[in-house]
C-alpha cells in the first residue's frame, strides 16, 4: 500500500485556475469512487473539500471541483484567492477495509 | 454537530507505548461510524492508520497492524489508540476523525503532537 502521487507544489495567480493531480493504481483510484480531497492550513487540521470524486460538501464553494481519469484523479481550483494557499491531500479507498492518502500539495498564490 | 478532541502524552520514550484519546461530542459513538485515526509525521503527508466501527470491528494499515490497537469506551463515548514499540518514526501529529459509512472523514480533530525520544 503506497501512498498516492502528488506533485509538491503547484502555483498560480489570484482568478487563475489551478489543478492538482492525484496518481495511483488500478488497485485504488482506478478502481472505486471513493476518492476524496482534503485542505490543511498550516497548524490546523484537514477539511473536507470534495468526495466521491467530485461531490462538494455543503458550505465548500463551488470554486472546488474534482475528476478522475483512470489511476489519476484531479482537484481543480478555479478563480484562485489568497485563502485557497494551503497543503491538499486527496485520499482513496485501497480495498481490504484500508484507506490510503496522497502525499499532499503545496498550493501557492502568487 | 460532532466534535472530536485528541488527548494524551506528547512525549514517548523509544521502545515504549503511545496511548491516545479522542473524546467524541455533539454525537454519539454508538452511531454508525467509523472512528479512525490518521498521523502526519513533521513537515509529510498523512497516513491512515487505522478505525473502528460502532460494533468493534476494526479496519488496520497492514504496514501497522502488528503494533496498534484501537479500542472504544461507549461509557465515555470516547476511543483510543495504542502504538506498541515505538520508535523516532512514529513522531507525529495524531489526528482523530469520523468516517461515515459514506466513506468520507469528517470532521476531524485538532490534533495533538507525539514526539517520541529519550
Same mark, same amino acid.
Given at each position: ?110 | ?63 501497522? *497492524?502488528?503494533? $496498534? +490497537?484501537?479500542?472504544? /469506551? ?8 495504542? %502504538? &506498541? ?12 476523525? *469520523?468516517?461515515? $459509512? +459514506?466513506?468520507?472523514? /469528517? ?8 514526539? %517520541? &525520544?529519550?
Amino acid at each position: 500500500q503506497s501512498a498516492l502521487t502528488q506533485p509538491a507544489s503547484v502555483s498560480g495567480s489570484p482568478g487563475q485556475s489551478i489543478t492538482i493531480s492525484c496518481t495511483g493504481t488500478s488497485s485504488d483510484v482506478g478502481s472505486y469512487n471513493l476518492v476524496s480531497w482534503y485542505q490543511q492550513h498550516p497548524g490546523k487540521a484537514p477539511k473536507l473539500m470534495i468526495y466521491e470524486i467530485n461531490k462538494r460538501p455543503s458550505g465548500i464553494s463551488n470554486r472546488f471541483s474534482g475528476s478522475r481519469s483512470g489511476n489519476t484523479a484531479s482537484l481543480t481550483i478555479s478563480g484562485l484567492q489568497a485563502e485557497d494557499e494551503a497543503d491538499y491531500f486527496c485520499c482513496s479507498y485501497a480495498g481490504g477495509s484500508t484507506w490510503v492518502f496522497g502525499t499532499g500539495t503545496k498550493v501557492t498564490v502568487l | 454537530q460532532v466534535q472530536l478532541q485528541e488527548s494524551g502524552p506528547g512525549l514517548v520514550k523509544p521502545s515504549g507505548t503511545l496511548s491516545l484519546t479522542c473524546a467524541v461530542s455533539g454525537g454519539s459513538i454508538s452511531s454508525t461510524n467509523w472512528w479512525t485515526w490518521v498521523r502526519q509525521p513533521p513537515g509529510k503527508g498523512l497516513e491512515w492508520i487505522g478505525e473502528i466501527y460502532h460494533s468493534g470491528n476494526t479496519n488496520y494499515n497492514p504496514s501497522l *497492524r502488528s503494533r $496498534v +490497537t484501537i479500542s472504544l /469506551d461507549k461509557s465515555k463515548n470516547q476511543f483510543s489508540l495504542k %502504538v &506498541s514499540t515505538v520508535t523516532a518514526a512514529d513522531t507525529a501529529v495524531y489526528y482523530c476523525a *469520523r468516517r461515515p $459509512v +459514506t466513506n468520507w472523514f /469528517d470532521p476531524w480533530g485538532q490534533g495533538t503532537l507525539v514526539t %517520541v &525520544s529519550s
